[in-house]
């Protein structure tokens, strides 16, 4: 049974940082690809992150850009994403997903595994 367990999330001002983490376990993680999506109350699922199965690859939403920074420890089964000077607008319940592949994955439909998600919260 494959888990995807988030943690890190929390109420944060704006400008502060925060580091979410994702454990996997069920799986063979140097197997799959891995991201993070995002939901806003009343918005569509965003992508935010994702990294392909050695980490040598790694892609962005356009939002986030040169502010969070994905990473993963193989050895560890852990994923992980970096968020520096957070906004508002960042508020979201965060998901961890996985895809049985070797390859970068930008779109939420590709996505088999997702976590239960973890909220962040920024306020002003």
């Known amino acids: 049974q494959v888990q995807l367990v988030e943690s890190g999330g929390g109420l944060v001002q704006a400008g502060d940082s925060l580091r979410l983490s994702c454990i996997a376990s069920?799986?063979?993680?140097?197997?799959?690809?891995m991201g993070w999506f995002r939901q806003a109350p009343g918005k569509e699922r965003e992508f935010v992150a994702a990294?392909?199965?050695?980490?040598?690859?790694?892609g962005y939403g356009d939002s986030v850009k040169d502010r969070f920074t994905i990473s993963r420890d193989n050895n560890k089964k852990t994923l992980s994403l970096q968020m520096n000077n957070l906004k508002p607008e960042d508020t979201a319940v965060y998901y961890c997903?996985?895809?049985?592949?070797?390859?970068?994955?930008?779109?939420?439909?590709?996505?088999?595994?997702w976590g239960q998600g973890t909220q962040v919260n920024v306020s002003l």
């Open positions: 997903v996985a895809k049985y592949t070797r390859q970068l994955v930008t779109t939420s439909g590709e996505y088999r595994y």
């Open positions: 069920g799986l063979t993680f140097t197997h799959h690809g």
């Open positions: 990294i392909n199965y050695n980490g040598v690859s790694t």
